[in-house]
Each structure stands twice: as C-alpha cells, then as structure tokens.
C-alpha cells in the first residue's frame, strides 16, 4: 500500500490528482502545473514535502560525525546555518543529496530525499564513526512555501521575526506558525525565496490550513509534484535518480560547489574526487536548449553527428522561459556554452544548444 | 467529475472525437483526454497528405508531464491540419471541440464511422474506467 503524509486527506479535500511517487501517493497536480508554476514565480505556492526524510545525529560528536558524512563543511557554519550537499560514494558519486542543518556542535538534522531514506539511514548507520543516527522521518511533516509573496505570508502568521536580516538564505530559527511549532527554514528547491517548514506530523494539516486560508490575499495556491519538476529544472538544480545518481560523480554534476576537498578530517568520497579534479573530467552535466522542435524528456538519446554520446537526464517545457529545456551528460568537449548537438526524439535529430543556466533568471 | 461529452459526436476508446463535416471529418481529443493530460504544451502533427490507417498512430500530444500517442479514428488522406496549435497547443485544453481541433480526415470508407463509439457508449466507457 502506498504511503500517505499527514496531508493526504487535505490534498484530496481539495481535488489534487493523486501519483505514486516512489511509494508515496502524492499529489502531481491541484489545478494546473502551469499555473501552480507561475504561482510559485510570481505570488506563492504551498507544495506538501513530508515525504521527505529526516535523519538526526544528537550529542557530543554530532557535528564530527555527520561531516564526515557529508562532502559539504558543516564545521565553517554557524548554528543556525544549514548546507546543501551530498551524501557520496567512495567513487564520488551520489548516493544522495541532503540538506543538513546544524542547530549546535550536539545536533545535526539531516534533510533526504524520500526514495532514498532506506538507504541513506542504512548507509549511515554503517559509516558513522561516533554518534548514530536516528531516523526521525516519521516525526515530522513538511510544507515548503515558496516564491516572492512568501516570507509576508509566513510573518503574518508568526511573531518569529523571519525577515532576511534574521533568518537569510540557508539560514534557519525555531518558532511558531499559526500557532504550530515549526522549524523555519529560508530553503527550498525552486529557485524563488521562501521557506521549508519543518513541524510534528500530527500539526502538518492545520498548518497546512492556516496558510492556504491567511495565503489567499496573496494568491496562494496548492502545488504539486509536477511544478516542483518544471520549477527545479528552470533552475538546473538536480533530481536524485535523474540528473545525479550512483554513477555519476559530484564533479560531472558540476556540484563541485558542495564539496570541500580541503576540509578537515576529509569525507567520503574526497580521493576518487581529488583523482578526478587533477585529471580532469570527461563527461559534465550542461543545460541545453532545443532549437528544432520538440520536448526533451528522461532518457531520450544525446547525438553528435549521428552517433550516442550521451543521454537527456531531465527536460520539460520551461513554464516561465517558455522553452523547450533539458539537461544531460555529454562528453566535455560537448559541454561549453554554445556547443551543439542533437537529441533524438522518437527517431528524429533535433537540435540542441548548451546555454548558460540557471535557464531562468528573475526578471 | 463532470464530463463533456457532446451528444452529436463520435468516439474512440482512446480518446478522440469527431465531427462529420460535409465528407470529411474532424478529429481532436476528447475533454476527458486533455483534463487527464493536463497542460498541453506542444503537439507534432502529420502532413496535409499523409495516409491514416485507423487504429494506428499519426501524432503525439504533450503534456508538461506526459507524452500520448494520438490514435487514427479512421482510415484516409490527411486534407488539413490544425497549424495554430504548434503555436498555442494550450488551445486544446481550453476549447477541445472548437479550436482545438486537431486535422481533418477524407475517409477512405465513410462507414467506418459506424464502428466508432456514440456519446452514451463513451459515457459508458469513461464510467468504467
């Protein structure tokens, strides 16, 4: 049987059609993916990502232990400082991407994708040298808000002061909303401002309520899976089990960003990386636009001069840049702005382009 | 939910209409298809010439999230296509009878519309499925 968030009832309530994702029964879409997406870029959208895990790491040597975990540095940051990375192989590749908050020196929270919570919580109960996780997933619920309206409509529901000033970018405080203690996180995977919004599972709908009711001055609306999808990939952040898995490295991701090489006490993973960053990498992520006609999609065939050199990791009609956008590995000669090739779509070489990316900027 | 499904067409299982004009017919998706689809955003069309064999494929519908295969009615010779749904493929969601037609068919055998279902058999089709 599928699983169900504590919002499960609320998504139904409110006409959302329903999707197995990675065993959850999720919603993909309320109205319109569109017009979710544009909410999200223009006022705000609620997207229910209780899905999602949480794994915890609590007492002396928690800071220690999970960073040895993570290729990202959660040593350099403050409490209060949350950092995107990877949890990685000893090949460098992903066995996933996290985003771990440090409350203090004794307590790491660790956000994982929801497909991967398995195998995550098993991989670091394995490689944890000092304190053990706990799987907390089943604790917590979690509503992302996000776009430009965002941070007005979460400030009317609390008296925690969440301006940027207090709370900025992968910055994060304790409070409540709507009267339900929350973690307030300035997150999220959309590319526009707002907040992930962490709280007890049995407290999810209410809050969830609270939102939509005090968010219709702003023109909030529900959103699914799928405008998370055309959100994320206008912003090339990458899909775990589509554009970063276990057989391509953080480098070729050109996730190198959240990998610190040089930190202290290392993590798994930084020698195969090392190796590779001193002999270079030859395949490399790029975000390409078609220029003939057509969608990419998952999957479909990257051609140079007829022959396979690689695959489309993601794509989609763009929403907001109203083109036709995708990503995929190709050989690095392939990978600079402006290269050329083709994809194949049902038999047929399109065009394609390299272009700089974010594809969307805010205008 | 509530469907529309117009009483003086004829339908495939799969989701498409049409409309007798004259001897041709028109064929595009039913309400029930686009709704199911969810925002059309592009749409690959046969040539004005090409040869439909019923039951097999002439062209592809795209939704942000899925891609549909869209199943010949008919057998015959494409006369005309809907070329402003390459522009504003959305057209089919917002008016799937009207402008969101998808090409017209001279049928090899007019009596092949006889085979195709009449709006109380979809109906049906839609209340069982």
Known sequence: ????????????????????????????????????????????????????????????????????????????????????????????????????????????????????????????????????????????????????????????????????????????????????????????????????????????????????????????????????????????????????????TALEAGLGWIVKLDKPGGFIGKQALEKQKAEGVQRKLVGFVLTGSGIPRHGYPILKDGQRVGEVTSGTMGPSVKKPIGMGYVPAAL????????????????????????????P | MAENIPADLKYTREHEWTRAKGHLIVVGITDHAQSSLGDVVYVELPKVGASLTEGKQFGVIESTKAVSELYSPVSGKVVNVNQALVDNPSTVNTDPYGEGWILEVEPSDTKQLDGLLDAAAYTALLQNT
């Open chain 1, 1 to 248: 049987m599928a699983l169900r968030t504590p919002l499960n009832e609320a998504h139904r309530k409110l006409g959302a059609r329903m999707v197995d994702f990675a065993g959850w029964d999720m919603p993909v879409q309320y109205s319109s993916i569109i017009a979710e997406h544009e909410a999200v870029r223009r006022a705000v959208g609620l997207f229910d990502v209780s899905h999602m895990g949480e794994i915890e790491f609590t007492g002396p040597g928690a800071l220690e232990t999970a960073n040895r975990l993570i290729s990202n540095d959660l040593v350099r940051c403050k409490d209060g400082q949350a950092v995107y990375a990877g949890l990685l192989t000893e090949q460098g590749t992903f066995v996933d991407d996290v985003v771990a908050y440090r409350f203090s020196p004794e307590r790491i929270f660790i956000c994982v994708n929801s497909s991967n919570r398995e195998k995550d919580f098993a991989w670091m109960r394995e490689h944890a040298q000092g304190v053990k996780p706990v799987d907390r997933s089943s604790d917590f619920a979690q509503i992302a808000v996000q776009g430009p309206k965002a941070e007005a409509l979460v400030q009317r529901l609390t008296k925690t002061d969440v301006s940027k000033a207090q709370v900025d970018t992968y910055r994060f405080t304790e409070g409540e909303v709507a009267g339900v203690k929350c973690i307030i996180s300035r997150t999220g995977y959309t590319g526009e401002d707002g907040f992930e919004l962490y709280c007890a599972s049995d407290r999810a709908e209410a809050l969830w309520n609270a939102l939509l009711q005090e968010g219709q001055a702003d023109g909030v609306m529900a959103c699914g899976l799928g405008a998370r999808d055309s959100l994320r990939t206008e912003m090339k952040y990458a899909l775990y089990g589509n554009d970063i898995d276990e057989a391509h």
């Open chain 1, 335 to 362: 990978a600079s702005e402006g290269a050329t090739f083709d994809v194949e779509i049902r038999g047929r070489a399109v065009a394609a382009q390299v272009v700089k990316t974010p594809f969307w900027k805010k």
